[in-house]
């Protein structure tokens, strides 16, 4: 039997394969497939399931890929993100892709899709604003509008019919999708020493790249091999990771902020695979409907969204109080605007509330760890020897 490390090892493969081999794969194993890259944060996968598609998540090069061109693209002010998803782009990584979706978090997003238009990458490319308004008669309405638009451009390079019955039985692969991701994080907050946070990431990330099916068989093989073990607790704190929801931090540092004396328990990497709290509703007769209303309000916090009337910063602390988090780290990447202007907000809603934090920036291409491993040692060992005292940070 598979064991829980060549499992990992398995996901990891999958999960930094810049060349998207079993998307590719998977597209050439029957007739009418399409492949759909959609960059961060969000998208309904269910929507290229039911047209017999497979949606790619894009996440950028990280530090696997060297930028040469890619700056040439953007000014020196922005995250790195861009510039690799560019450099993928002009090497030749997407050539087997039929379209782009590019969701609303961010103007370099949508710059990202013009430029993706210019470069004539895919059939089709798609600058998708999510509503930001949540009114079912308004946002909803729009936002049905939106998806259905998708439908029609997959529908004329595939000649696939739009289904319910086929978009009802991706909505039960992906609410069994969402809630395996759920139990392998449960465990990791029950016992954060069984498996490392860049171990448990790298087994959600292989899930951007290969069939949702396929990725529900290593959760559930994951889940079953981590219920056999036992391991030793670990003198760390358990903290929560705030900022890390688009560009993606590079595996060396999760493992660094871990070794400094962490358990990460919770964190918004990654953060399109959780979107949705919950199920999407199943076995209605308006499946998109269904999708739609998910969005509308089951919908996890995120500074792309507009959420006054459900603000962020007290989803932010009933997170943490859920996890039984010892403290916060902002991590966001280096010139990420949404993050960035969220986290006086956030972190003055911690010291309201005399949660301890730290921030630091960081970069997907970032290779020197030394001060964020001091820094990040500092922060767990004054938890650590202040551990149940009240700390008035007002
Ligand atoms: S990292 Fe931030 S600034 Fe960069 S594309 Fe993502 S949301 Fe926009």
């Given at each position: 039997m598979e064991s829980l490390k060549q499992l990992i090892n398995k996901c990891e493969g999958l999960a930094f394969d810049l060349n998207y081999t079993r998307a590719k794969q998977w597209k050439s194993e029957g007739d009418g497939r399409v492949l759909v890259g959609y960059m961060p944060i969000y998208f309904p996968r269910e929507i290229i399931h039911a047209m017999n598609g497979l949606a790619v998540g894009i996440l950028g090069g990280g530090d696997k890929k060297q930028i040469i061109r890619g700056d040439a693209y953007y000014q020196s002010y922005i995250c790195h993100m861009p510039r690799g998803i560019i450099e993928l782009a002009l090497d030749g990584h997407f050539d087997?892709?039929?379209?782009?979706?590019?969701?609303?978090?961010?103007?370099?997003?949508?710059?990202?899709?013009?430029?993706?238009?210019?470069?004539?990458k895919g059939k089709f490319v798609k600058y998708m604003d999510f509503p930001q308004n949540f009114q079912k008669h308004i946002g909803g309405e729009f936002f049905k509008y939106e998806l259905m638009d998708i439908v029609d451009k997959i529908s004329k390079i595939n000649k696939v019919k739009f289904?319910?019955?086929k978009l009802n039985?991706?909505?039960?692969?992906?609410?069994?999708?969402?809630?395996?991701?759920?139990?392998?994080?449960?465990?990791?907050?029950k016992s954060p020493w069984k498996i490392s946070a860049d171990e448990v990431y790298s087994i959600i990330r292989a899930?951007?790249?290969?069939?949702?099916?396929?990725?529900?068989?290593?959760?559930?093989?994951?889940?079953?091999?981590?219920?056999?073990?036992d391991g030793e607790p670990m003198d760390k704190i358990r903290v929560m990771i705030i900022g890390a929801f688009c560009e993606q931090p590079p595996l060396s540092l999760i493992k660094t902020i871990e070794q400094a004396g962490c358990y990460i328990?919770?964190?918004?990497?990654?953060l399109g695979s959780k979107w949705i709290q919950g199920d999407v509703e199943a076995g209605t007769s308006d499946p998109v409907g269904a999708i739609v209303d998910a969005y509308l309000n089951k919908s996890t916090f995120s500074s792309t969204v507009y959420d006054v009337d459900?603000?962020?910063?007290?989803?932010?602390?009933?997170?943490?109080?859920?996890?039984?988090?010892?403290?916060?780290?902002?991590?966001?990447p280096s010139f990420c605007d949404p993050a960035l202007l969220d986290h006086p907000i956030l972190q003055s809603s911690c010291h309201d509330n005399d949660i301890r934090y730290i921030s630091f920036l960081f970069s997907e291409n970032t290779g020197q760890f030394k001060v964020i491993k001091e820094q990040v040692g500092t922060f767990s060992d004054s938890i650590k020897l202040w551990e149940g005292e009240t700390v008035n940070l007002k």
């Open positions: 087997q892709f039929d379209g782009f979706l590019f969701p609303s978090i961010c103007d370099v997003i949508r710059n990202l899709s013009g430029m993706f238009r210019v470069l004539r289904s319910p019955e039985e991706g909505i039960q692969l992906f609410n069994k999708n969402r809630a395996l991701i759920n139990a392998v994080y449960g465990l990791r907050k899930g951007y790249v290969i069939p949702v099916e396929e990725h529900n068989e290593i959760l559930k093989k994951a889940i079953e091999l981590l219920g056999s073990m328990i919770e964190d918004d990497f990654l459900n603000p962020k910063e007290v989803r932010m602390i009933k997170l943490f109080n859920e996890s039984k988090a010892d403290g916060i780290i902002f991590a966001a």
